[in-house]
Nanobody, 111 residues
Framework: QVLVVESGGGLVQPGGFLRLSCTASGVGFGWNTVGWYRQAPGKEVEMVACMYTSGTTNYADSVKGRFTISRDNVKSTAYLQMNNVKPEDTAVYYC?????RGQGTQVTVSS
């Protein structure tokens, strides 16, 4: 059984930073693409960032230059470093690996 758990969300001021973590078990972590998604209130789920097994990354235009995805295959953990956050980054953030998405972690950007 694949289990994905996100952590690190919270309340942050505009311009601040936050690092989200995602741990996975029951899946060959190093053999799978890792993706971060988010869903803001009243909006559809959107892809934020993903990292392929090759190390190639892909980002939504809205976060390019501000967010960075990384992974530690030894620890079966992925990260999303969020810098210079904006109110529009407020959403529930989900991690997905091996086709399984976690329960999400809330990120609220507000002064």
């Amino acid at each position: 059984q694949v289990l994905v758990v996100e952590s690190g969300g919270g309340l942050v001021q505009p311009g601040g930073f936050l690092r989200l973590s995602c741990t996975a078990s029951g899946v060959g972590f190093g053999w799978n693409t890792v993706g971060w998604y988010r869903q803001a209130p009243g909006k559809e789920v959107e892809m934020v960032a993903c990292m392929y097994t090759s190390g190639t990354t892909n980002y939504a235009d809205s976060v390019k230059g501000r967010f960075t995805i990384s992974r530690d295959n030894v620890k079966s953990t992925a990260y999303l470093q969020m810098n210079n956050v904006k109110p529009e980054d407020t959403a529930v953030y989900y991690c997905q690996i091996g086709g399984v998405r976690g329960q999400g972690t809330q990120v609220t950007v507000s002064s």
